[in-house]
């Protein structure tokens, strides 16, 4: 029994190997190598479902056809930005002369016409200064009328000069004659010699006396023309006084600071007792007058001209749709105008697109918000026709 259990598996390996090294190919199952001439080929899914594939291409021409008027009609006429923000020509309100504030009469925030009284100064120094100068308009005006006066007095001295000058010639002219006719009297023996000396010693008193006539006359002009020059000293005194006065009165007006037009008072700096200096800010000013400056890409500005409508959303109040139009594109890009600008004559140069500034006038701005310089706002520009 031993032996045959130990020979049985020799036996059946034996048996395994040929039966494996006697099968061939043609001992193998023709149904395994012949293929099913039963089975036919599938067709596409084209011609299993034509119905559905033409939906399916109909369907992909009218979304194209469809998204092509969404973009022609609600994205290819307009141009927006998110560049874009409220701007004003804010400046500051300072004082003009130096003082201590007596009164502030407006508050943060608050809206005010033209000529409102944002600040006064204490007016007590100035008002003293043009009582001063007005005093000095009296004095300089009453030197002008003593001039006047002495003018007038140097002519009637001139006046009374030239009627002694003219006595004096008639005086003059009668001791010439009556002193020829003592001389020839002399000379025919028919006259005396006393009478003679008589009439020259008159002659020569009427010649002094022409003399001292012509020399008062001299003296009267020239004390006329000390006058006037006296009256124009005291009109040129005058002018001054009265440029001093002028001068004293605007500063007494600077002591009340007002609003030169309608706006904001923002950024109120002033208060009662401070001591200002002048220029010194008391506060800033935002004009009513406003608009929007929208920083488009230069690319941007192909088909946008003046004058063309604009719908606006400010960030800060969304519910808020403004209408506008273009005013007018600045001439250059913003980084031309700026403090520092850009340099492109270099080795390393890269371009970038640049951005205009487009000026925007809002056609009516909303009451019921607070809006000022800095707010951002969107703008959506019509540039083509709508279709």
């Not at 001209?305 to 808020?320: C, E, F, K, N, S």
């Amino acid at each position: 029994m031993t032996q045959t259990k130990r020979k049985t598996p020799q036996l059946d390996e034996d048996e395994r190997v040929e039966t494996g090294k006697g099968a061939s190919p043609q001992t193998a199952s023709p149904e395994a190598e012949q293929p099913d001439e039963t089975e036919e080929k599938k067709p596409s899914i084209i011609r299993r479902h034509p119905l559905a594939t033409l939906l399916i291409v109909v369907a992909i021409i009218a979304v194209a056809v469809i998204g092509y008027f969404v973009w022609l009609i609600y994205f290819h006429p307009y141009e927006s930005t998110d560049d874009a923000f409220i701007d004003a020509r804010s400046f500051s309100v300072a004082a003009k002369i130096s003082g201590y504030v007596a009164d502030v009469p407006v508050s943060d925030n608050q809206h005010v016409d033209a000529g409102a009284v944002i600040a006064k100064i204490d007016p007590r120094d100035y008002q003293i200064a043009l009582d001063q100068a007005n005093g000095q308009i009296g004095v300089a005006k009453a030197a002008v009328a003593s001039a006047d006066a002495q003018i007038a007095a140097a002519g009637a001295a001139i006046d009374e000069a030239k009627a002694q000058q003219t006595s004096a010639a008639a005086a003059l002219q009668y001791a010439k004659d009556e002193n020829d006719r003592q001389q020839q009297l002399v000379k025919s023996g028919a006259g005396s010699e006393q009478a003679a000396q008589q009439a020259a010693s008159t002659l020569r008193q009427g010649q002094a006396s022409y003399a001292q006539s012509q020399a008062s006359v001299t003296s009267a002009v020239k004390n006329q023309a000390a006058a006037e020059a006296q009256k124009a000293s005291a009109i040129a005194s005058l002018h001054q006084a009265e440029a001093q006065a002028e001068a004293a009165q605007q500063n007494l007006d600077y002591t009340t600071i007002t609003a030169a037009q309608p706006g904001r008072v923002v950024k109120l700096s002033g208060s009662n007792g401070q001591y200002v200096q002048a220029g010194q800010a008391i506060s800033m000013f935002v004009p009513d007058e406003i608009w929007v400056t929208a920083n488009f890409k230069e690319t941007q500005l192909t088909d946008m001209r003046p004058g063309q409508p604009v719908d606006l959303t400010i960030d800060a109040y969304p519910d808020h749709v403004l209408k506008g139009k273009i005013d007018s594109v600045q001439p250059g890009s913003g980084t031309a105008f700026s403090l520092l600008p850009a340099e492109n004559a270099t080795g390393n140069y890269v371009k970038v697109t640049q951005r205009v500034p487009v000026k925007i006038v809002v056609d009516n701005w909303p009451k019921d918000i607070a809006i000022g310089p800095g707010m951002s706002v969107i703008p959506t520009v019509t540039v083509r026709p709508r279709n």
